[in-house]
């Protein structure tokens, strides 16, 4: 079995990234608006902050108080889709419960939105006209590409139908030629569909749902799971499930990292379209 490394390859990109944005002398600025202090969210935020200003991205957080009514963010949404200083905007998840994020993220301008999480940045992926690919969507896209593995022509079952990472993956997956099929908490028999898949997706959260049984082996396994285990932070496939592979993406150090890194692509993907 050989390791997809995220970790890997993010650093390559950063390298790339931070010279591509040093020789075209582009001036991003990235603000991150966040309702109160989750702590996961706090984490993730220092991440993006870090990676972003290492590349020579001026980021800004800007943290509300978590009982800031929607009404306050729209405002702060709309000043900083006219800000000129701003190239993207990233409301993060999760905000309060008071609040409809997905009613407020769509609000950020489709240009500034780094996450494509916009209707006009996802419909582009079903119409097969892709502008802003949602992050972790466009990381394992990225990671196939670095690892030489063709998609297209291939069986790919996807877990998951989230607007963020299942749906999205589908679609452009679909748009690089594959065959796809997706599953979710309502399918029956799993089994019946990843056992004969060239490739696993599982964007589910749930620790231990895809095992050996339900795989082939030599299938190709990316796992986007994040799950807390006794302490330690595990994916959604048993290590025995990724032993039959022929490439596993491990948790920690596979899909993540590259989330974080295609913040930065999209950045830059966004300023060269502003001109
Ligand atoms: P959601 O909770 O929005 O979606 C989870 C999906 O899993 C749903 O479609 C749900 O089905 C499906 N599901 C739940 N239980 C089962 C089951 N037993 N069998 C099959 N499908 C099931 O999550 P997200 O898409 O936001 O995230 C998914 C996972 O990926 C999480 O662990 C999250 O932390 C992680 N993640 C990791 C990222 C990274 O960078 N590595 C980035 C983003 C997310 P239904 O629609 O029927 O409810």
Same mark, same amino acid.
């Given at each position: 079995?050989?390791?997809? !490394?995220?970790?890997?390859?993010?650093?390559?990109?950063?390298?790339?990234?931070?010279? +591509?944005?040093?020789?075209?002398?582009?001036?991003?600025?990235?603000?991150?608006?966040?309702?109160?202090?989750?702590?996961?969210?706090? +984490?993730?935020?220092?991440?993006?902050?870090?990676? +972003?200003?290492?590349?020579?991205?001026?980021?800004?957080?800007?943290?509300?108080?978590?009982?800031?009514?929607?009404?306050?963010?729209?405002?702060?949404?709309?000043?900083?889709?006219?800000?000129?200083?701003?190239?993207?905007?990233?409301?993060?998840? $999760?905000? $309060?419960?008071?609040?409809?994020?997905?009613?407020?993220?769509?609000?950020?301008?489709?240009?500034?939105?780094?996450?494509?999480?916009?209707?006009?940045?996802?419909?582009?992926?079903?119409?097969? /006209?892709?502008?802003?690919? $949602?992050?972790?969507?466009?990381?394992?896209?990225?990671?196939?590409?670095?690892?030489?593995? $063709?998609?297209?022509?291939?069986? =790919?079952?996807?877990?998951?139908? !989230?607007?963020?990472?299942?749906?999205?993956?589908?679609?452009?997956?679909? /748009?690089?030629?594959?065959?796809?099929?997706?599953?979710?908490?309502?399918?029956?028999?799993?089994?019946?569909?990843?056992?004969?898949?060239?490739?696993?997706?599982?964007?589910?959260?749930?620790? /231990?749902?895809?095992?050996?049984?339900?795989?082939?082996?030599?299938?190709?396994?990316?796992?986007?799971?994040? /799950?807390?285990?006794?302490?330690?932070?595990?994916?959604?496939?048993?290590?025995?499930?990724?032993?039959?592979?022929?490439?596993?993406?491990?948790?920690?150090?596979?899909?993540?990292?590259?989330?974080?890194?295609?913040? =930065?692509?999209?950045?830059?993907?966004?300023?060269?379209?502003?001109?």
């Amino acid at each position: 079995m050989k390791v997809i !490394s995220g970790t890997k390859v993010r650093k390559e990109l950063l390298e790339k990234y931070r010279e +591509t944005i040093q020789k075209k002398k582009l001036k991003i600025g990235l603000a991150i608006i966040q309702l109160g202090d989750n702590e996961a969210s706090n +984490t993730y935020i220092r991440n993006k902050l870090k990676y +972003t200003e290492e590349v020579g991205i001026e980021s800004n957080l800007i943290k509300l108080p978590e009982k800031t009514k929607e009404a306050e963010l729209i405002k702060v949404i709309e000043e900083l889709n006219k800000d000129k200083k701003v190239t993207g905007i990233i409301l993060q998840s $999760p905000t $309060p419960d008071h609040i409809d994020f997905t009613k407020c993220a769509r609000l950020i301008d489709p240009k500034k939105d780094v996450d494509g999480f916009s209707e006009e940045n996802l419909f582009s992926i079903r119409d097969n /006209n892709e502008k802003i690919i $949602p992050c972790t969507v466009k990381g394992i896209l990225k990671l196939f590409d670095s690892y030489n593995i $063709p998609v297209a022509g291939k069986d =790919i079952v996807v877990i998951g139908r !989230s607007n963020i990472v299942g749906r999205p993956l589908a679609d452009a997956l679909i /748009n690089r030629n594959a065959t796809v099929t997706i599953c979710h908490s309502k399918t029956k028999n799993l089994e019946k569909y990843t056992k004969h898949a060239d490739i696993v997706v599982s964007a589910v959260g749930k620790p /231990n749902l895809v095992t050996k049984e339900m795989v082939k082996r030599g299938f190709i396994g990316i796992d986007v799971g994040i /799950n807390m285990v006794d302490g330690k932070l595990v994916g959604d496939f048993t290590k025995e499930a990724g032993e039959k592979a022929s490439y596993m993406t491990p948790v920690p150090g596979g899909v993540g990292p590259m989330t974080i890194a295609m913040i =930065i692509d999209n950045l830059i993907e966004l300023k060269e379209k502003e001109k």
